[in-house]
């Protein structure tokens, strides 16, 4: 037989011609610390079922990184459903995978056209689900791909009542559709699968709410992470997730038919006046809460902050408060104090990168009646400057606090508990691509993230792209376990504003070249990109929380 030679991360292999990477994969993982799941050849990603070539050049990856983490989530996830399945006898009890939550995603039953309460989640569903899904995994069955037209495609899933993705392929522009198929079970994903079941060990099911959470490994790839979800997230989560559900928008295929239908106005003017109405009963909770002085606003990055602080603003004017909107970032130290983080560079997210004392200092003072010259942080210079914007707060006035450690009360330690009002804000998207595919509440912040600094900062995507790992590694550390802490959680997410997003984003990631590190995940975000129609901005009032992210607010952001 024929031999051919290649690249594996830079020394030479020699295998038989017809070699699956899988079978190299097999041979080098005792050099790998994680489970090898996908690879790059010649700087493009694929599954391991493809045959190696003579002259490629392989570097394979792993659960512990970001692209094999989502191909093992999903994998794991076909095999859940499958597992269900069997489970009900091969009758189509339809699993809807609705969102992350801490390191798993949160599923509900139904009967293949809607949610159902007689579908139980109880103990027995979860044990017998459980063993199913070891008994598939130890059999290693292969996951199989089939290339579909689009319209077979359309028809497949009908007759499957799989109808949100029925949906979602009437609009898709591609002729070809990719399905995955394990033991006679078909679906579709968005993204890479594992090739078979064996790749698939670590998982585990517990009840939650009305369904139950399949679980996943976190940092140690090899071991289910511990369930700690907040009930908060999940409260905030649910809400947004039954107002989709009531205006029957859950999932892009529906947000299409909107669209394309010429109704999206109204789903606008719904969504901002829901809006609207939560940050003025926010506002009306604030104010029957007692004589609270600091509103302490925290969120990771693109969640609003600042539009939802001047929101929160208007409104508590409107209850005859005087609220003055304050950026903790105001509270930076000058550039050459920051501290440093374990590579050597400035660590603007830790929370020693605010001058402490004198934040706790100007607002003791300022709880004691004093009048308080306040700083502005001058980022071109790197230096805190006074402009003479000086403050007294009297019984009606209060303090609207934003910014990333708003939550830790490292930060506000020398005030009184009772004077803190504590919100946490996030962008948790409850809109899905269809019934087992969630959308990243990460991959719509970063969304947000690339059009705004695009435009406000003059920050490439490529280059936006390249920090988010250093900036969602921050939110992990600082932001995230502070979130408990919160009287209320609020919910950013706008239903309509990836369709918003795309008309922005998806120049600014095509201007990203093949070559660049940062390539194949702007090639994941267009085709993400790709499933929605896009929403025209000039019907999105100049307040809106999205106006912060595309331009046209009414609030300095």
């Known amino acids: 037989m024929r031999e051919i030679t290649f690249e594996v991360d830079g020394e030479l292999k020699t295998y038989p011609e017809g070699t699956r990477l899988s079978d190299v994969a097999a041979d080098v993982q005792e050099f790998y610390r994680d489970d090898i799941i996908l690879a790059k050849r010649n700087g493009k990603l694929c599954e391991l079922h493809h045959k190696v070539k003579p002259g490629d050049k392989v570097i394979f990856v792993t659960t ?22 069997n489970v009900f006898g091969g009758r189509r009890a339809q699993v809807y995978v609705l969102n ?48 579909l037209h689009t319209d077979a495609a359309v028809e497949l899933f009908s007759k499957l ?5 029925e949906k979602l392929f009437r609009y898709r522009r591609s002729s070809r559709v990719n399905i995955y198929m394990l033991e006679g079970y078909i679906d579709y994903f968005y993204g890479y699968m594992v090739p078979s079941t064996g790749y698939i060990k670590y998982y585990d099911i517990k009840p939650y709410g ?79 809460s007692g004589d609270k002085k600091f509103v302490m606003i925290a969120g990771p990055s693109s969640s609003g902050k600042t539009t939802f602080s001047h929101r929160l603003s208007t409104q508590l004017s409107a209850l005859g408060m005087k609220p003055h909107p304050v950026a903790l970032d105001n509270y930076y130290l000058d550039r050459d104090k920051t501290p440093l983080d ?30 308080v010259d306040m700083p502005t942080f001058n980022f071109k210079t790197g230096k805190r400057e006074y402009k003479g914007d000086r403050l007294k707060l009297g019984k009606d006035d209060i303090l609207v606090l934003e910014g990333i450690h708003g939550l830790n009360d490292k930060l506000s330690y020398s005030l009184p508990a009772e004077s803190k009002y504590k919100i946490f804000i996030s ?5 899905n691509i269809d019934e087992h595919n969630y959308i990243s509440t990460s991959d719509g912040r970063l969304l947000r993230r690339i059009v705004r600094d695009a435009r406000s900062r003059n920050t490439t995507a490529e280059e936006t792209i390249a920090m988010w790992y250093s900036v969602r590694r ?11 802490h919160a009287d209320v959680m609020f919910n950013s997410a706008l239903i309509y504003e990836l369709g918003v997003l795309k008309v922005y984003a998806e120049p600014l990631l095509f201007n990203i070249r093949p070559g660049s590190p940062q390539y194949q995940e ?34 300095p952001v």
């Open 427 to 431: 962008a948790l998207t409850t809109l």
């Open 474 to 484: 921050g939110e992990e550390k600082y932001i995230y376990p502070f979130q408990q």
């Open 522 to 555: 702007a090639k994941r975000l267009l085709k993400f990109l790709d499933y929605f129609l896009p929403v025209p901005t000039d019907i999105i009032s100049n307040n809106s929380i999205i106006r912060e992210f595309i331009g046209g607010s009414i609030f």
């Open 210 to 288: 009305d369904g139950f959470v399949l679980l996943f490994p976190d940092k140690d790839t090899k071991k289910v992470a511990d369930f700690r979800p907040s009930s908060k997230h999940f409260e905030a989560m649910m809400e947004s997730t039954k107002w989709s559900r009531t205006m029957e928008v859950s999932t892009v295929g529906e947000m299409n038919d909107v669209i394309a239908h010429g109704r999206v106005q109204d789903i606008i003017l719904m969504q901002e006046a829901l809006m609207e109405r939560r940050i003025g009963a926010l506002a009306e909770q604030i104010v029957a």
């Open 64 to 85: 512990a990184d970001g692209d094999g983490r989502r191909t093992y989530r999903r994998s794991a996830t076909m095999l859940m459903q499958k597992a269900v399945f």
């Open 161 to 165: 009542h799989m109808t949100e993705k």
């Open 342 to 371: 374990e590579d050597g560079n400035m660590d603007f997210e830790c929370l020693e990168a605010l001058d402490i004392e004198l934040f706790n200092r100007d607002m003791t003072r300022l709880l004691n009646g004093e009048e």
């Open 100 to 147: 992350a939550l801490d390191q798993g995603y949160y599923c509900e039953l139904g009967d293949g056209r809607h949610f159902s309460k007689d579908r139980t989640v109880d103990e027995e569903f979860i044990r017998r689900t459980l063993e199913e899904m070891k008994r598939l995994q130890e059999l290693n069955l292969p996951i199989e791909k089939k290339v």
